[in-house]
């Protein structure tokens, strides 16, 4: 099974940025496809960006579309999320989350390994 470690997280005000890192060790990083979730307090884990093993997939949830852009360095065993355009509404616990093939997907349940996450916080 592969680790996660996320990393980036912080307090930002509104209309700003953060790149958040998703490093990972255990297994053979680019077997997987990856992705990003968020938890906001009260509210439900949600879907924010998944990438296939390749980097060639790449799939948005419509709530960060054009402002998040999901990268992954298969040589770094990396997963990157790159926020811009920060709204308080994006204040979450972020996870990234490693899913069992090789191609992108939003279901939760087809990620079997989960990072501790980082918490991002906005400031309007």
């Known amino acids: 099974q592969v680790q996660l470690v996320e990393s980036g997280g912080g307090l930002v005000q509104a209309g700003g940025s953060l790149r958040l890192s998703c490093a990972a060790s255990?297994?053979?990083?680019?077997?997987?496809?990856m992705g990003w979730f968020r938890q906001a307090p009260g509210k439900e884990r949600e879907f924010v960006a998944s990438?296939?093993?390749?980097?060639?997939?790449?799939l948005y949830a419509n709530s960060v579309k054009g402002r998040f852009t999901i990268s992954r360095d298969n040589a770094k065993n990396t997963v990157y999320l790159q926020m811009n355009s920060l709204k308080s509404e994006d204040t979450a616990v972020y996870y990234c989350a490693a899913r069992n093939s090789g191609w992108v997907s939003t279901g939760q349940n087809e990620y079997v390994a989960w990072g501790q996450g980082t918490q991002v916080t906005v400031s309007s």
């Open positions: 255990g297994r053979t990083f680019s077997n997987y496809a």
């Open positions: 990438i296939s093993w390749s980097g060639g997939s790449t």
